[in-house]
C-alpha cells in the first residue's frame, strides 16, 4: 500500500489542478458553450484516476485519487466569502467520481486499453445517479438543487446525454493515449507528489 500512496497523491493534486485552472476556463467558457464543462472535466479526471491506478496496481486508488482531489476542492471552506454548498457539491461530485470508476473497474478485466464504451458510460451514469439522488435529498430542505428542480429534461441532459459525451471521450483518449501495461513510465518521488499536492492547494485557494 505503501507504493501507491505517491502515484495516489500525485494523480490527486494534478486533477485537483485541473479543477482549479482548467475547471475555471471551462466553466467561464459555458458562457458561450453550455455543457462544455460536463463534457470534459469528468474524462480529465478519469484519466488522472487511471493513471494512479496503473502505478498502484489497485483499482481502489481510483477513490483515493478522487478523495485527494475533493480535498484540494474542499480547501474553500477555509477561505472566507464562499458558499458551502457550492464548495461541498463539486467535491461531493469528484468523490462519487471516483466511488464509479472504482466499482465498473473492479469489475473490468485488467487490460491496457481503458474501459470500453459500456463501461465508460456505466462510469458516467452511475456517478450521475448518485450525484442527482443527493441533490433530490438536499431539495426537501430548501437547497438549491437545479438539476433535480429544473424539470425532467435537465435531469435527463445531465445523466445520460453528458455521461453519452464522456463515454465517447473517454474512449476515444484511452486509445489516442493508451494506459501501457506493466510498470509506470517514470518513478514518483513522494517529495514531488507532496510539493504537487500543495501547489494544488495554493492554486484553489486563490482562484
Not at 19 to 41: D, R, S, V, W
Not at 55 to 76: C, E, H, L, N, Y
Not at 105 to 119: E, F, H, N, T
Not at 159 to 164: A, G, K, P, Q, Y
Request: glycine letters at 12%.
Amino acid at each position: 500500500m505503501r507504493k501507491a500512496l505517491s502515484p495516489i497523491l500525485l494523480w490527486g493534486a494534478v486533477w485537483g489542478i485541473l479543477e482549479a485552472t482548467a475547471g475555471y476556463a471551462l466553466h467561464f467558457a459555458a458562457i458561450a458553450l453550455p455543457g462544455l464543462p460536463g463534457a470534459l472535466l469528468f474524462p480529465l479526471g478519469f484519466l488522472c484516476m487511471a493513471q494512479a491506478q496503473k502505478a498502484a496496481g489497485k483499482p481502489s486508488a481510483a477513490f483515493w485519487t478522487a478523495a485527494i482531489a475533493a480535498s484540494v476542492k474542499g480547501i474553500d471552506l477555509l477561505v472566507p466569502g464562499h458558499d458551502a454548498i457550492r464548495v461541498i457539491n463539486p467535491a461531493l461530485s469528484i468523490l462519487l467520481e471516483g466511488l464509479a470508476v472504482t466499482g465498473i473497474s473492479l469489475l473490468l478485466p485488467a487490460k491496457g486499453k481503458g474501459p470500453g464504451l459500456l463501461p465508460a458510460l456505466g462510469m458516467g451514469v452511475l456517478w450521475r445517479a448518485l450525484f442527482a439522488g443527493y441533490l433530490g435529498l438536499i431539495s426537501l430542505f430548501g437547497l438549491p438543487a437545479g438539476l433535480v428542480t429544473s424539470g425532467p429534461g435537465t435531469l435527463l441532459r445531465f445523466v445520460l446525454l453528458e455521461s453519452l459525451i464522456n463515454a465517447a471521450v473517454i474512449y476515444a483518449a484511452c486509445r489516442a493515449i493508451p494506459r501501457a501495461s506493466g510498470k509506470p513510465a517514470f518513478a514518483i518521488r513522494p517529495a514531488a507528489a507532496a510539493g504537487a499536492y500543495l501547489l494544488a492547494l495554493g492554486l484553489q485557494a486563490v482562484l
